[in-house]
């Protein structure tokens, strides 16, 4: 749900997951292709 309350150290996250996003989007990314870097970029 957007605008929902979340944990301070989770908004700090949405907030660098939407810095992300717009980066993507920026370089003509979609958001599928975004997330198929993050996963193929996964560290455990």
């Given at each position: 749900?957007?605008g929902?309350?979340?944990a301070?150290?989770?908004?700090?996250?949405?907030?660098?997951?939407?810095?992300?996003?717009?980066e993507a989007?920026?370089?003509?990314?979609?958001?599928?292709?975004?997330?198929?870097?993050?996963?193929?970029?996964?560290?455990?």
């Amino acid at each position: 749900m957007v605008g929902a309350p979340v944990a301070p150290g989770r908004a700090r996250l949405l907030d660098r997951v939407g810095e992300l996003v717009r980066e993507a989007r920026a370089l003509g990314m979609s958001e599928d292709e975004l997330m198929a870097l993050v996963r193929a970029n996964l560290v455990d």
